[in-house]
């Protein structure tokens, strides 16, 4: 539920979502996380475990109608996602959409990244069928992230890892492309990394830096105003 709130002048221009987003928010100490993907939840409950909230995911609200993803861009996906679980739940939500865009490939797979094939080692696979004969092998992983409340986005935060494709798989950690991907600075595969290690730097890390800091920024304006 959202809430209706007596709003002193110096809050006349603020969008009405955006005051709901944020005193629901204060109010409830919880948001959805808009994925029941138990390897995007772990980092989340990693990335997260500092603040003071309780994340509930769509494994929580089983009956919860999944939106199609229609979008052209990364933003877009995740809004659509982020939308959908706030109008649904009825509470503040984010979603994030995420992928790897290889120079070679015109920056497949993109925003296919999760449909290029049928399982991991079959999308990494035709990945590197892909890149065989090819020099370039620069890539980066991007993540975009939307925080929405009562349907509507109010925000998106993108972050972005560049690095390189490997030949081969290498590591057990992570999931996804991992396995290939050489984050620029190490000699390390994502998937070589440490769960802490990967949340120092990954695409992910960085684009939740942004919508916490935005948050933060946020609530400490309310409270300095009532």
């Known amino acids: 539920?959202?809430?209706?709130?007596?709003?002193?002048?110096?809050?006349?221009?603020?969008?009405?979502?955006?005051?709901?987003?944020?005193?629901?928010?204060?109010?409830?100490a919880f948001i959805v996380a808009a994925t029941?993907?138990?390897?995007?939840?772990?980092?989340?409950?990693?990335?997260?475990?500092?603040?003071?909230?309780?994340?509930?995911?769509?494994?929580?609200?089983?009956?919860y109608p999944e939106p199609e993803e229609?979008?052209?861009?990364?933003?877009?996906?995740?809004?659509?996602?982020?939308a959908a679980a706030s109008k649904y739940c009825d509470v503040p939500a984010f979603a994030d959409d995420?992928?790897?865009?290889?120079?070679?490939?015109?920056g497949r797979p993109g925003i296919h990244s999760s449909r290029?094939?049928?399982?991991?080692?079959?999308?990494?696979?035709?990945?590197?069928k892909e890149l065989e004969g090819k020099e370039n092998r620069r890539a980066r992983f991007v993540c975009v992230i939307a925080i929405a409340a009562n349907g509507e986005v109010l925000e998106t935060f993108e972050g972005e890892v560049k690095g390189t494709i490997l030949t081969s798989p290498r590591g057990e950690n992570g999931f996804g492309y991992d396995p290939i991907f050489q984050p620029d600075g190490?000699?390390?595969?994502f998937a070589e990394l440490?769960?802490?290690?990967?949340?120092?730097?990954?695409?992910?890390?960085?684009?939740?830096?942004k919508a916490l800091e935005f948050v933060d920024e946020e609530l400490s304006i309310l409270d300095g105003g009532f």
């Open 1 to 28: 539920m959202l809430y209706n709130i007596a709003l002193p002048r110096r809050y006349a221009i603020v969008p009405a979502q955006k005051l709901n987003f944020f005193w629901s928010f204060k109010i409830m």
């Open 36 to 63: 029941g993907n138990q390897h995007k939840l772990a980092e989340y409950a990693q990335l997260l475990a500092d603040q003071d909230i309780e994340v509930k995911s769509l494994n929580d609200y089983p009956n």
């Open 70 to 82: 229609n979008g052209s861009s990364f933003a877009e996906n995740a809004s659509i996602k982020a």
């Open 98 to 106: 995420s992928g790897l865009e290889v120079e070679a490939l015109d």
């Open 116 to 128: 290029y094939a049928p399982s991991d080692p079959e999308r990494i696979a035709k990945l590197l």
């Open 186 to 189: 190490f000699d390390k595969s």
């Open 194 to 209: 440490t769960q802490e290690e990967k949340n120092r730097i990954s695409h992910r890390a960085m684009a939740y830096a």
